[in-house]
């Protein structure tokens, strides 16, 4: 954190100023780690085992929050008879099919109530909840549903529920089953981790958890990036939830993201897999209406079953009058997904020529993208690309100077690819909000007009927009009715004609029928007579003044300074709050009161807006017959759950298991000490298979030893991302003048490198070269009986812009995450070699050299 | 001699500022230098489009010129800090690595060539609709779809959410489902 994000740091400097005490966990000692009261290094891609058996310690020791856990987990209720865990399956959960390499979700279920999750893999149910066609094969499986985090949950039936947690199936004893493996000495052999310093870290967490302290966990990406990596916030949010961290001050599980809005293009998605405000896309189903659709994806209790009026205000605000009640509000213009269309199937499309065009918009895949390769030769199979940046990228010019020209694997010649390289306006030169990584709009407003011919995204996107219009105008076609009833008609000011990116933000906040701006996405309705771009941000617009431009000083505001921007959902600063009172509405101590009811006002006040229907009672008992949020008792704080609580345990939305289960990575040269399978048996690796994208033996397989270390990669203070708006800068490229590689004395004697000089570092999928620093703050580990030695990649890198160097992401592979496809780039095995990689011709014969060597083919690791 | 007295090591310790951090290190060049803030002709509020944490910008303009970009002290995210990438952003946005100009690499090309914006903006309108006709689906399996695979997008995460709303709304009443941006990776 107090290397990427050095500007938030200070606040964990503040806390520690006033007693915090500070963890570090890191493979690397950084930055952060000086600063920090503890640092505990491990191995890359074990943390589900290092939080596991933080869990572990917490169930065996009742370390958790009793009161919290009883009343706002589901941690009573019991599961089905026919689940059965890893332990007891030799590492899969039940449910799974070989054949597909998928799991059902049915044995997962609450005993006696069919529950749906609203966040996940909701497409999964619709056949239990629609009717009609099952699930179309390993399509809809692989679809992602996992940006709809904290959202979550649809019951039909009542489940059967323990509250003494006694009965052998409710979720607590499952928990206790599943996590009494993840023993100190496990965590020893897994993450490297001796058993004294994981203690002091579970006597840390532990002792400053509870009524009057709570902890907070932070991360990035070095949780995400993994097979697993979805699993690893999952243990995360249960430890938290046990400990009562959830929804008050000072808790949470804090998502710190590197991108400016990277928040606000999830919120409002760029993204297959979403519609804006976490509504999903649809899968194609037979004799898919609105009413199938919401009955399959939406809930019964809790704030999801308001879907209908968060789709249909969305589709009136995109097709206005054209959308009616007798078209079903244009339902039927929204595309189908069959499957996942995630960036990474799109580059093997391209690959195959099916797909032809290409936009980047601030984006730099031919360096950025894991398998940095494949990305390029995507791009030389197009027919289009149009890339939209500041500077000549590599994702603009592979077609003239990227590494298969320098080999001779593609030739400029003959590559057809035609390119538009279109100069973008920066964030100085444009209106419009970010939105940062606390969910909080911030507006900017432009301070000059842009130069030559860059112009904002609006404007392309806006101009593009209405060229194609105009083109189209007068097709009787079906297939362009949704392009011309689309509302696109935007007010346009200065010499530019620029879209006006407030009326843009009016046009997501929303307005009513007679086209007043709605307050709140509590008014919105399912009849067409409001209008919402996107129902979470419904309010930011409120009384039709810019709320994301407010910037009251936060030194004349209280520690929540909720009057500086917007966060959604309705300026709440911290999501859930409920639960930072107990059931009767009380603070669970002074010192961390946040929202409480006040009786005499009958409504529920105090620093935050409270995440809650502000006069609900904490006595509230919903009548038998109630429906969405009026059906959540007074004491359910999680109000997008159907059941109002945080689930220790996902009876659905995940395609790899209720519970989180360690699996090595993809890559690894260790053993899965834990359960017989090594890697997560539903990771998404066959759509990539072949001999760009090869893989590599695990555990005990021969030829692992090929591949004796294990890669991390990461950023720096002074670049940012793939270097599109670092290596451009003289002052940052003074900083960090080209690619380097960290590892330790130990390694660098081992393999004669030297500080200063090169290093080759290879995989099954590319070599690269990097300089050399040899460092203590990379520490060789112990690992079942070894010593284990870790590469540190910096990724910012490649052969373009000021500060120059080999791209870390030739190295990964394409194998993803199963419920978000994301690639898993935070630890993989590799080996390292002194000096400076061949040319490019003989880097090529270097890796099939070390594939040769480990006996690998286009089958390796792609097994279950 | 009156040079000699005016060595700036002499004045130090001859004056009342022996470290050099004040008046001594002072020269009549730099008594009268003004920061590039002091004269500028407005100041507008921003916010750092680095990552995600949000630092408050104060962007200095002076002749229809951006001339300074600090940190906003009245944030209460950042309080006026600013990191090495965001107290860079004057030179990401003014510097000399910025391209100006649509540069177009027709066809077999082997190098760039200028092209008119909105030459571009026509060509690329006519390239979206050839290539979301041509790989247009009405159905898959028998099942209605009504997309194309011909076009994806790929970026988001560096834009305002009033760019990525006009991207997913435009593309997707074009057909296009193949809209991602750097959430995934």
């Known amino acids: ?864 | 001699m009156k040079r000699w007295l005016n060595w700036p090591v002499l004045r130090q310790f001859a004056s009342t500022d022996p470290s050099g951090r004040g008046a001594a290190a002072k020269s009549r060049t730099s008594a009268n230098l003004s920061p590039r803030t002091a004269d500028a002709d407005r100041i507008v509020k921003s916010v750092c489009p680095y990552c995600a944490v949000g630092c408050g910008q104060n962007v200095y303009v002076r002749g229809e010129r951006v001339t300074h970009i600090e940190g906003d002290p009245d944030s209460p995210v950042s309080r006026g800090r600013l990191c090495p990438k965001g107290s860079a952003s004057l030179q990401l946005t003014t510097g000399p690595g910025r391209e100006h100009r649509v540069l177009y690499r027709r066809p077999y090309g082997t190098d760039w060539e200028q092209l008119d914006l909105d030459t571009a903006l026509d060509m690329i309108a006519d390239r979206v609709i050839k290539a979301r006709g041509e790989y247009w689906q009405w159905q898959q399996d028998d099942v209605r779809t009504r997309r194309t695979m011909g076009f994806a997008s790929l970026g988001g995460a560096t834009l305002d959410n009033e760019e990525n709303y006009l991207i997913k709304k435009l593309f997707t009443a074009l057909g296009a489902v193949q809209i991602e941006n750097q959430a995934r990776v």
């Open chain 1, 1 to 864: 954190m107090a290397e990427c994000h050095p500007v938030g740091f200070q606040w964990v400097m503040e806390a520690k100023a006033r007693g915090a005490t500070v963890i570090h966990v890191d493979p690397r000692f950084t930055r952060t780690s000086a600063l920090a009261d503890l640092h505990v290094p491990l191995r890359a891609g074990t943390d589900i085992a290092f939080l596991g058996g933080i869990v572990n310690y917490v169930l065996a020791n009742e370390k958790y929050f009793h009161d919290y856990v009883v009343h706002y987990t589901n941690a009573a209720s019991i599961v089905t008879e026919d689940y059965a865990g890893p332990a007891d399956m030799d590492g899969f959960f039940s449910g799974f099919d070989a054949e597909k390499r998928h799991y059902d979700f049915h044995t997962w279920q609450y005993e006696g109530a069919e529950v749906q999750a609203a966040s996940g893999e909701r497409d999964l149910e619709y056949p239990d909840r629609a009717g009609g066609d099952p699930p179309s094969g390993s399509g809809v499986r692989q679809a992602g549903r996992g940006e709809a985090h904290g959202s979550g949950g649809a019951s039909s039936g009542q489940a059967r529920t323990d509250p003494t947690l006694r009965h052998q199936r409710t979720v607590f004893q499952i928990l206790k089953r599943h996590f009494a493996d993840y023993t100190p000495e496990m965590v020893e052999q897994v993450c490297g981790v001796p058993p004294e310093k994981f203690l002091r870290v579970c006597e840390y967490l532990t002792e400053n958890s509870g009524r009057e302290r709570t902890s907070a966990f932070v991360y990035s990406v070095g949780w995400t990036q993994h097979t697993v990596g979805v699993q690893y916030i999952r243990t995360a949010s249960i430890l938290q939830t046990l400990l009562g961290n959830i929804g008050r001050p000072g808790g949470g599980i804090l998502a710190l993201r590197g991108h400016a809005s990277i928040q606000g293009s999830t919120d409002i998605p760029t993204l297959f897999n979403l519609l804006p405000g976490y509504i999903p896309m649809p899968h194609a189903h037979a004799n898919q209406d609105r009413a199938a659709f919401l009955a399959a994806e939406g809930t019964d209790k809790g704030y999801w079953a308001n879907m209908g009026a968060y789709l249909t205000s969305l589709l009136k605000a995109w097709w206005g009058p054209a959308a009616t009640p007798e078209n079903d509000f244009c339902f039927d213009y929204l595309p189908r997904l069959t499957g996942s269309h995630s960036t990474y199937e799109t580059v093997m499309a391209q690959t195959r020529r099916e797909c032809v065009g290409y936009f980047l918009y601030g984006e730099n895949p031919a360096v950025g993208s894991a398998n940095a390769k494949l990305q390029r030769l995507g791009m030389a199979a197009l027919d289009w690309l149009v890339v939209r940046d500041f500077s000549l990228i590599e994702s603009a010019t592979w077609w003239k100077d990227g590494p298969e020209i320098e080999s001779g694997e593609l030739s400029t010649r003959e590559i057809a690819t035609e390119v538009f390289f279109l100069p973008a306006a920066a964030h100085t030169e444009k209106d419009g909000s970010f939105t940062n990584t606390q969910r909080m709009l911030q507006w900017h407003h432009a301070a000059v007009e842009p130069e030559g011919d860059a112009r904002s995204d609006l404007w392309f996107t806006y101009y593009l927009g209405k060229r194609i219009r105009e083109k189209l105008t007068g097709s009787t076609d079906d297939r362009d009715r949704p392009l011309l009833d689309l509302t696109w008609d935007y007010p346009v000011h200065g010499p530019l004609d620029e879209p006006d990116a407030d009326a843009v933000l009016a046009e997501i906040n929303g307005a009513d029928a007679q086209g007043n701006p709605l307050s709140s996405y509590e008014q919105l309705t399912d009849d067409g007579s409001t209008t919402c771009g996107c129902w979470i941000y419904c309010g930011v617009r409120a009384g039709g003044a810019n709320q994301a431009a407010r910037r009251e000083p936060g030194d004349r505001q209280n520690w929540v300074a909720n009057q500086w921007g917007w966060a959604w959902p309705a300026n709440r600063r911290i999501l859930y709050n409920r639960a930072s009172a107990d059931p009767d509405g009380r603070p669970w101590s002074a010192r961390k009161a946040l929202v409480w009811w006040d009786s005499d006002e009958q409504r529920w006040t105090g620093h935050d807006v409270a995440d809650f229907a502000a006069t609900k009672p904490p006595d509230y008992q919903p009548p038998s017959d109630a429906h969405g949020p009026a059906a959540l008792a007074g004491t359910e704080p999680f109000v997008m759950q159907d059941d109002g609580k945080a689930w220790l345990f996902a009876p659905a939305g995940l395609v790899d298991g209720p519970l989180p289960a360690h699996y090595e990575p993809q890559d690894s040269p260790f053993e899965n000490r834990l359960y017989p399978q090594q890697r997560n048996p539903v990771r998404q690796v066959l759509p990539f298979k072949g001999k760009h994208n090869r893989m590599q033996p695990s555990g005990a397989q021969p030829g692992t030893e090929v591949f004796p270390y294990v890669a991390t990669t990461y950023r720096l203070t002074e670049h940012h991302t793939a270097g599109g708006m670092s290596r451009w800068q003289p002052y940052l490229a003074e900083l960090q003048p080209e690619m380097f590689c960290e590892i330790s004395p130990e390694l660098a004697a081992q393999r004669g490198l030297t500080h200063l000089g090169w290093a080759t570092i290879v995989t099954a999928r590319a070599a690269i070269e990097a300089r050399v620093l040899v460092t203590e703050r990379m520490s060789p580990i112990a690992v079942q009986g070894r010593t284990l030695h870790q590469v540190g990649l910096p990724y910012h890198w490649g052969h373009n812009g000021y500060s120059t160097g080999d791209a870390a992401n030739e190295l990964a592979a394409l194998s993803l995450d199963p419920n978000v496809h994301i690639q898993e780039v935070k630890a993989f095995a590799c080996d390292i070699r002194p000096g400076r990689r061949p040319d490019a011709a003989g880097t090529a014969e270097l890796v099939r050299e070390y594939q040769r060597r480990a006996g690998i083919t286009d089958e390796t690791g792609t097994e279950i």
